[in-house]
């Protein structure tokens, strides 16, 4: 199966690495990711989610330096997927959040989207969040997929809470989080 990218983008470190983090910022104490899931049943024709950044450190991140992976399963799906961002305050708004897909080798996500951020993002002062980024997940022919097998859904999670099955990265360093 393949896969495609709506925006290039880099780092983000090994989709198999077993570094793992803990609640209350991960292994660097930088970044806290909070999620929210879209969209609800089992079954969709596309994953819809929220996810923001907070900055839990001392020093201000530049968001260029942050990645953010979803962890999913691809169901099957025949066509490439496509990641659309709806909305983002961040400043450039979704033209500012880059999106990649990877392929994984775990039994709850054989693949991930990866968001970015383009140096138009700007910045994270301490304690400050990126703001709501509202993202949709679907492949081209808008094939089914079951959102309750996959690593990064909870269905139960509708407010942006920390949720750690959603990973983030600083510089392709694992920050926050524990991949599947």
């Given at each position: ?27 660097t104490?930088?970044?806290e990711?909070h ?6 049943a ?15 450190g ?15 399963t691809g169901?099957g ?7 659309a ?15 990649t897909?990877?392929?994984a ?9 990866e ?5 138009a ?5 301490p ?7 509202q993202?949709?997940?679907?492949s081209?022919?808008?094939e ?8 990064s ?23 926050w989080?524990e991949?599947?």
């Amino acid at each position: 199966m393949s896969s495609t990218s709506s925006t290039a983008t880099g780092g983000g470190g090994s989709p198999t690495s077993t570094t793992t983090a803990t609640t209350g910022g991960g292994p660097t104490g930088e970044l806290e990711l909070h999620y929210a899931a879209r969209e609800g049943a089992a079954s969709v024709q596309g994953l819809s989610f929220r996810v923001q950044v907070r900055n839990t450190g001392d020093e201000t991140i530049t968001l260029s330096d942050v990645t953010i992976r979803y962890w999913f399963t691809g169901d099957g799906a025949t066509s490439p997927f496509v990641g659309a961002c709806d909305f983002t305050p961040i400043p450039g708004g979704c033209t500012s959040v880059t999106r990649t897909f990877g392929e994984a080798s775990a039994a709850e996500a054989d693949r991930y989207l990866e968001l970015g951020f383009t140096s138009a993002a700007g910045t994270l002062a301490p304690g400050a969040t990126s703001g709501e980024v509202q993202i949709r997940v679907y492949s081209e022919r808008y094939e089914s997929m079951m959102q309750t097998n996959d690593y990064s859904f909870d269905a139960t999670l509708t407010a942006l809470t920390p949720w750690e099955q959603v990973t983030g990265y600083r510089d392709g360093v694992l920050a926050w989080g524990e991949e599947p």
